[in-house]
């Protein structure tokens, strides 16, 4: 069977299989060039679902935290209706969400806060939290 191009199916499937290999070459050079292992993909892949994960568990929390603020805080007297704002509560939702992601463990809150005060540039106190043991 031949196709418009004059090359039978079989070429063509042999032409796009060099082609792929040199493609795929190509990248590993690339990637041994810049010092990137070639398993790349596999942690691209990894940190997308971990950071999919993350947003997942982050938007339970910004609903959930909306209620719970509403119909549990303000009630029961913890926050006052005025302390209770949007931008409070995805302030309280996205802790709560951080403190799950490094499971509740001190000295990980602790580097988490340290890499949020540096992407602030407040690396005194990013390093002065970085510096306390239990």
Known sequence: ???????????????????????????????????????????????????????????????????YDHLTNVPCGILSRWEVSPETQVQRSIAGALGALVKWDIMEARLLAANILEDVNDHGTAKMLRELKD
């Open 1 to 67: 069977m031949q196709t418009l191009e004059g090359q039978s199916a079989v070429e063509q499937l042999r032409d796009m299989a060099t082609s792929f290999h040199a493609l795929k070459t190509k990248r590993d050079n690339a990637l041994d060039e810049c010092g990137i292992g070639h398993d790349v993909e596999d942690r691209l892949r990894l940190g997308n679902e971990a950071i999919a994960d993350f947003l997942g568990k982050l938007a339970q929390r910004l609903y959930g935290q909306l209620y």
